[in-house]
């Protein structure tokens, strides 16, 4: 059984760099060729951050596509996420999830609660 | 892309049996039938019930059930228990954006 657990930053700071790291267990990380980024928050629901591929280049949500970055560490079976240039608006419960084949995620984790505050 | 639409609260007793609806756009839901379902306890991670409209992952509940029609999904739930209080929320395949989420039903059992 799959399980994966997002870091705690800490606090972010206003303009700063959101950096947060889901280290996977139970499973190799090539179990699965697309690992993803959701957030959510109380006034915009759950938002797909974008996904990293194994085999490729990531894919982002258009509207964050400037200000993210995500990669992969197989010898440490993690994968991250970096978002900069944060405001109180990236404030959110950050999740990492494995996807599964075609298109649907299979596994999350248990999210963290990130918040930007000066 | 937007959120799917779905009902922010739905409520039965013990026994019955609810539907929740996930509504979307020809460019999501009604393109393909790639949605699935997720229930979601607080403080847990979430658990993926449906995927592909219709089926169910290993060690789910025959009490769940999908469909689609178009550009809505749904998802029933039968012979409610006490431990199906819980949120439930869709997810379609989109476009631009991949994965595009719905906006979460708080299911209470009376």
Not at chain 1, 28 to 52: A, F, M
Not at chain 1, 57 to 69: F, Q
Not at chain 1, 88 to 97: F, I, L, P, S, V
Not at chain 2, 19 to 36: A, Y
Request: net charge neutral.
């Amino acid at each position: 059984q799959v399980q994966l657990r997002e870091s705690d930053p800490g606090l972010v700071r206003p303009s700063g760099t959101l950096s947060l790291t889901c280290t996977v267990s139970g499973a190799s990380i090539t179990s699965s060729d697309w690992w993803t980024w959701v957030r959510q928050t109380p006034g915009k629901g759950l938002e797909w951050i974008g996904e990293v591929y194994l085999r490729g280049s990531p894919n982002y949500n258009p509207s964050l596509k400037t200000r993210v970055s995500m990669s992969v560490d197989k010898s440490k079976n993690q994968f991250s996420l970096s978002l900069n240039s944060v405001t109180a608006a990236d404030t959110a419960m950050y999740y990492c999830a494995r996807i599964g084949v075609p298109h649907y995620v299979d596994s999350w984790g248990q999210g963290i609660l990130v918040t930007v505050s000066s | 892309q937007s959120a799917l639409t779905q009902p922010a609260s739905v409520s039965g007793s013990p026994g019955q049996w609810i539907t929740i609806s996930c509504t979307g756009t020809s460019s999501d839901v009604g393109s393909r039938d790639l949605v699935s379902w997720y229930q979601h306890h607080p403080g847990k991670a979430p658990k993926l019930i449906i995927y592909e409209v219709t089926k169910r992952p290993s060690g789910v509940s025959n009490r769940f059930s999908g469909s689609k029609s178009g550009n809505t999904a749904s998802l029933t739930i039968s012979g409610l228990q006490s431990e199906d209080e819980a949120e439930y929320f869709c997810c379609s395949y989109g476009s631009s954006v991949l994965y595009v989420f719905g906006t979460g039903t708080e299911v209470t059992v009376l």
